[in-house]
């Protein structure tokens, strides 16, 4: 599949918007349950800003990916049987619920900060399903229809929010500092081992579909000689990345190195400075980039069977 | 039991010509539904969309080849999977007669549908920006203002061969079930329980078997003809006595 950069851009920034938002809200349970409030109000405010920005900025790149974006609203029509409609459907909802946890805990309303925050959670967690299952559900692109997808969209997505709760707390709660990083190191040791995992399987895996099945013709050696047109077409755009075998391999291996190592490395540093703990975000966050692009581009399509040859 | 019209494309028939392809063009660009785009039609990298294009595959290694000309084009499933996936319900398959359709006016241009196919059957159109796909020329055959003769779609029209065959296949005697049955029609990509409505026929091959008896003589075992002697030089050879 063609990586495209609105819909990289779209599923890792709300990944690490909800991440955020799950940090933030996980410490303030913590102190409902313990009985003592302990988290400041402008890390509070920072770290809400921070999430409902990332999570308005997928929405936005999301946008550039619609040949019609002025009638996107049409979208949340079909949530009886498409993902992606629950994905629209959820996503606005995530959002507004965080900006009344944030409004309610500004004011000082704690108990109703924490039911809001509660159905955010929910909200937050509806859409990490929806957006993994978007890829997910779709059973001939062998490589994403397997519950690592949506696994990993929560684990990498939580990974990278904590990794930023982290830097955010450098800045305005250093209290905070050392769990959020103990907890970045957690989960992004998990998300890391979870992409892995899906790397693993989606090296053995056996396409299901070949040449023969695709036109019928029971041989085992069938080549194309023309698709039916001289130049490319949609479906030559859409369903390859285009990119030679070396560009590939160098996502891969960036992704390996810039989603856990190299922030972890960071992260470990036991510093507990803001800029160092921003980078480990950033590097991790164009892992994710590295690691997304590498997502689509290693899908591969079953109607390329029929996009072999140009002549 | 419900309609469910489909092609029904016969690969021992289809000589690759592309009729079927310019014929679809040429009808579906100028309905009312507005153009299939082409950029760069005289150029160096000409694009497009299509609603069916022709491919052809060399089946074998040389020199035991045979050349399979492929028409292709929506199948128009009976469990499609781009219609659930599509988020506005653009993409729609209609309970009358099964055609698989898309609302160009409902149609955001997400491409998830395209995804969806397993087939390549759905190509955006880069200047109206949403999804287009084969529509079995649902603007033509229920013309009444046509004659019932050409109530069908223009690729079934176009073709010199006869091809492509037109009909409900949810009716055990239309041409097109009957073909199927008879001879050996098969659906595209099984394995994905997409259950196509349109159907191939297979190539066959008009082979010429020779049997031992047909070389020897039945009524001659003893094959005592080669055993005559040759006439003399002024004898009259068999060629002078053809009145026996």
Redesign the interface.
């Known amino acids: ?1 063609r990586p495209a950069w609105s819909v990289i851009l779209l599923t890792t920034l709300i990944g690490a918007g909800q991440g955020l938002f799950l940090a933030l809200y996980a410490v303030d349970a913590y102190d409902a349950a313990r009985g003592q409030a302990s988290l400041a109000p402008f890390f509070v405010a920072a770290a809400i800003a921070a999430s409902l920005a990332l999570v308005g900025a997928g929405l936005l790149a999301s946008f550039f ?5 002025e ?2 609203w ?5 949530w009886r ?5 629950r994905e ?1 459907i959820a996503l606005p909802l995530f959002l507004a619920l965080v900006a009344l946890y944030g409004a309610l805990h500004w004011l000082g309303s704690l108990q109703g900060a924490l039911l809001a925050g509660a159905l955010a959670a929910l909200a937050c967690a509806a859409l990490f399903v929806c957006t993994g299952m ?1 890829y997910a ?5 062998q490589e994403w229809h397997t519950p690592l997808t949506v696994t990993n969209f929560v684990l990498l997505g939580s990974a990278s929010g904590l990794t930023a709760a982290a830097a955010l707390a450098a800045w305005l709660q250093p209290a905070l500092v050392r769990g959020y990083v103990v907890a970045a190191l957690a989960l992004g040791a998990l998300a890391y081992l979870g992409r892995l995992a899906s790397l693993r399987r989606n090296a053995r895996l056996r396409p ?2 070949n ?1 023969a ?5 029971k ?1 085992p ?15 030559t755009r ?2 390859f990345h285009g990119r030679p075998r070396e560009v590939v391999r160098a996502v891969r291996w960036s992704m390996l190195a810039l989603v856990f190592p190299v922030p972890a490395l960071l992260l470990f540093g036991g510093s507990q400075s803001a800029p160092v703990l921003g980078a480990a975000f950033l590097l991790q966050y164009a892992g994710l980039l590295a690691e997304r692009w590498y997502f689509f581009a290693e899908a591969k ?4 069977l ?2 072999q040859a140009i002549a | 039991m419900t309609k469910q019209l489909a092609l029904v494309i016969d690969l021992n028939v289809c000589v690759g010509c592309h009729a079927c392809v310019t014929s679809c063009k040429q009808w579906n660009t100028s309905g009312e539904a507005g153009f299939l785009s082409d950029d760069n039609p005289y150029g160096a990298d000409p694009t497009g969309t299509f609603f069916n294009r022709v491919q052809t595959f060399e089946v074998g290694e040389f020199p035991n080849t045979e050349t399979v000309h492929f028409p292709k084009s929506c199948l128009h499933c009976e469990d499609p999977p781009c219609v659930p996936v599509c988020p506005t319900g653009a993409s729609y398959k209609r309970a009358e007669d099964g055609i698989v359709l898309v609302d160009y006016d409902k149609c955001i241009g997400c491409k998830y549908c395209s995804w969806a196919c397993p087939y390549g059957a759905r190509e955006v159109d880069e200047h109206q920006k949403v999804m287009k796909k084969c529509t079995l020329c649902v603007d033509r055959i229920y013309d009444a203002k046509l004659p019932e003769a050409e109530r069908k779609p223009a690729c079934v029209l176009a073709c010199p061969t006869s091809a492509r065959l037109f009909g409900d296949i949810h009716d055990p005697q239309s041409a097109a079930s009957q073909a199927i049955r008879e001879q050996g029609g098969y659906a595209l990509m099984p394995e994905w329980g997409t259950h196509p409505a349109n159907h191939y026929l297979p190539r066959r091959k008009t082979t010429k078997h020779l049997h031992p008896d047909e070389l020897e003589r039945h009524d001659n075992p003893l094959k005592v003809d080669g055993q005559l002697p040759r006439p003399a030089p002024g004898e009259p050879a068999l060629d002078d006595v053809t009145s026996w």
């Open positions: 599949m990916h619609l040949g019609h974006p009638r996107a049409r979208s949340a029509a079909m049987t498409s993902w992606l409609s629209v978007i559900c779709l059973k001939f692109l299901i579909s040449l099945s695709a036109i019928g013709v041989h050696r069938i080549v194309q000689i023309a698709q039916g047109a001289m130049g490319g077409s949609f479906n859409e369903f399509h079953p109607q390329n029929y996009y």
